[in-house]
């Protein structure tokens, strides 16, 4: 089998992204509005995390109506049909509800009748989780078309009397359509990896089967995200430097001739750390968190999205995402836009 000339592994069908698109809800929920809602300081939250504002679906707006929109702009940046889609994959932590899944809501919204849809759950990692598994499905020459898409409505398991995770998170959405492209360039390499050990770290114990919904749960607040903050920003850093020097390695490149790093938005501090350890200029890091906050499985595609659109990114650039989220999980991707 001939080898990529750049990886030096098999060379595959060749996966691109043709098209990207995001959506965020309208409401701007502002720092300012937080101090009157907890005991916090706008100073506090932009010093310690460096976001200004965050966005806030509405309370008939779901995760699905927010891949939804995210997913038009994608199909139509890709200039294709709904009926053109063979397989829908959504990344979320905030489905609509346990089942059926977001994607078969998606699905109808978009009346893409052809494509098979699931959810899948790796929480802010969610996004390259979803990239890798539809590459596959594209490289194998089982699908021609997928619609992968990370969409949260974070708000929804946020606990509002808790300050230190309320000032964290925000809603949105982003898609990206991978389709075969022989003569385009693609994605190079996906790097992921897991650590159970730590699920205790980040999570929301209740409302699966461990801990069905009933009142003593809702008592005790079981239905909220929970972070232990300081333990998940080191592994947050350590695990995002080791993924992202693996995917470098993989395909001999040096972070030197990377064009536009997109980390996972969760926290500035976090982001330039990463930045650091990797050798990146701050020129080359993209970030948009100040507006956003963490979207977690939105807040990769949120990026390249807005990265494609101001030209940040331009074809042939390399491209390197790099996540980590509750699970524990993480990966990397790299593109040749
Ligand atoms: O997307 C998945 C990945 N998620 C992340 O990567 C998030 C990782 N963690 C973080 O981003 C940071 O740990 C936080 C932003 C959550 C916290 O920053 P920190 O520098 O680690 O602060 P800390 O936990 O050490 O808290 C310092 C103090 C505490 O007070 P005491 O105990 O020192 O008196 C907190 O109670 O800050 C207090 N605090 C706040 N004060 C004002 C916590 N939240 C707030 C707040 N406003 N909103």
Redesign the pocket.
């Known amino acids: 089998m001939m080898k990529h000339p750049r990886t030096g592994r098999p060379h595959l069908r060749t996966v691109s992204i043709t098209g990207v698109g995001s959506y965020l809800p309208a409401r701007v929920l502002t720092n300012q509005d ?1 101090e009157k809602m ?4 706008s100073e ?2 932009m010093t ?2 460096g976001i200004e504002q965050r966005r806030i679906a509405a309370p008939d707006e779901a995760t699905s109506d927010l891949a939804f929109l995210a997913a038009k702009r994608a199909l139509h940046d890709a200039r294709i049909t709904p009926d053109q889609v063979e397989l829908i994959i959504v990344a979320t932590i905030t489905p609509d509800m346990l089942f059926p899944s977001t994607a078969c809501l998606v699905q109808q919204k978009l009346g893409a009748h052809r494509a098979a849809a699931f959810d899948i759950e790796a ?2 990692s969610g996004f390259i989780y979803a990239l890798d598994i539809a590459a596959h499905f594209v490289q194998s020459h089982t699908y021609d078309t997928v619609l992968v898409i990370g969409a949260e409505k974070m708000s929804s398991v946020i606990d509002w009397k808790d ?7 925000g809603d949105g959405a982003g898609a990206a359509v991978l389709q075969n492209r022989p003569t385009a360039h693609g994605l190079l390499t996906t790097c992921l990896g897991a650590d159970g050990t730590k699920a205790t770290l ?1 999570d929301m114990p209740g409302g699966g089967s461990a801990c069905p919904a009933s009142v003593e749960s809702v008592e005790k607040r079981m239905h909220f995200l929970r ?1 232990d ?2 333990e ?2 080191k ?2 850093v350590n695990a995002m430097v080791s993924a992202a020097t693996e995917a470098l390695d993989r395909c001999g490149l040096s972070i030197s001739q990377i064009r536009c790093v997109i980390p ?1 938005q ?2 500035q ?2 982001i330039s750390a990463v930045g650091e350890r990797l050798g990146a200029t701050e020129e080359q890091v993209f970030v948009n968190v100040a507006k956003y906050g ?1 979207t ?1 499985a939105a ?1 990769v595609a949120i990026a390249l999205d807005e990265a494609v659109r101001t030209e940040r990114i331009r074809r042939g650039d390399l491209v390197l995402m790099v996540v ?3 699970g524990l999980t993480w990966g990397a991707a790299i593109i040749e836009w």
Request: a positive charge; proline letters at 0%; aromatic letters at 10%.
């Open positions: 937080l907890v005991s916090t300081t506090w939250i310690r995390t929480a802010c300050r230190n995770t309320c000032v964290l998170f980040l972070m903050g300081k998940t920003f592994n947050a996972h969760a926290n501090r976090i963490n977690s807040s980590f989220g509750a």
